[in-house]
């Protein structure tokens, strides 16, 4: 199973099998991951794409079709393609 991350120094694919974690300290956050989660958040809260929704099922898949479209828009506006 593999794993790939885009960040500010271009593509990082992991290899998960071979790359166990064990401890925090081998788990690398960038540094602008707090800030795109506060934002996320803030307009996550601010849409409430759960508005309408019949239960809890649909909610859930409220909230995950307006994420994919929140960070596809971020994307393009960031002008990287990947």
């Not at 759960?50 to 393009?76: C, H, M, P, V």
């Amino acid at each position: 199973l593999k794993f790939e991350v885009v960040g500010s120094e271009g593509p990082l694919v992991m290899d998960v099998e071979s790359q166990r974690i064990f401890c925090a300290e081998q788990i690398n956050v960038p540094p602008e991951l707090p800030k795109i989660l506060k934002q996320y958040t803030k307009a996550l809260i601010r849409e409430n794409p759960t508005e309408g929704a019949a239960d809890a099922g649909n909610a859930k898949l409220a909230i995950y079709e307006w994420s994919a479209e929140y960070f596809r828009q971020k994307l393009a506006e960031s002008g990287s393609h990947g």
